[in-house]
């Protein structure tokens, strides 16, 4: 029931859509035509279309800011609460991360102004007057400075030109959280969406949380692709490391035996297995 479905590869990036947006669609377009006919159905399928193009280019700016640097993707999935491009990898200057983050917002202002200029000359020609709006609304909610979201990356990079990257990461990841709580409970209030993506949001910075500690115990985690998980030994083998870490046993790209001392083990196996791409 959950898959996603590609849907085309502009730029040679693979774009995709999530089953739950296709279902929300459909059901929002159905109850439109019961209510109001097909005038109505048209209208939230040009709304939705309008939608989709502008998040799709929102996150196309991402990805091809990052190519710019050398970071690759392996491609855009659209979800009811908005589009996630997939990056291969973290940005590793505080440069690059700042102007990945804003490249989405930055497609959102410049779409926004292209509509703007026949609005101005001709006037509100159809779909003109949406299209500008939509474009505004995610120029401006995505950068608000809520990590993970594209201002709080962005937050992220201009504190870690201060203050370093974990410092920066930590400072804008708690931020994330307080913005979730505040998202969480306006959303109680007002709309549903908003409580599902407070809800993302408050897991990712966690996560990111999380990681920073693992780090600060461990060092950074071996490069992607090099090594694999084969095992994880119970808590009670030889293998179990003292203060709470435990010993993974991985293999390297020559098929070699590599030992590593790890607080979470399925960390690692869920880091492994689905690549160290990073979501925005
Ligand atoms: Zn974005």
Redo the contacts with the bound molecule.
Sequence with gaps: MFKTYPIGRPFGVELRVHSTLLWLVGFFALSSLLSEGLFGAVSVLLWVGLLGVSVTL??LG?VLAARLFGIGTTGITLYPFGGIARLTREARTSGEEVVVALA??AVNVFLAGLAAVPLFLVGPLPGLVPFLGVNVALAVF?LVPAYPM?GGRALRGILWHWMGRVAATRAAARMGQVFAVVFGILGLLSNFMLVVIAVFVYLQASAELRRLEWEAHYGPPPPPGVVRPTALPPRSSPFAAPGGGRRVVLRDGDGREVHITVMDPWEVLRRYRHGEGTA?
Excluded: V
């Design positions: 929102h996150e991402h989405g917002p995505n594209d925005r």
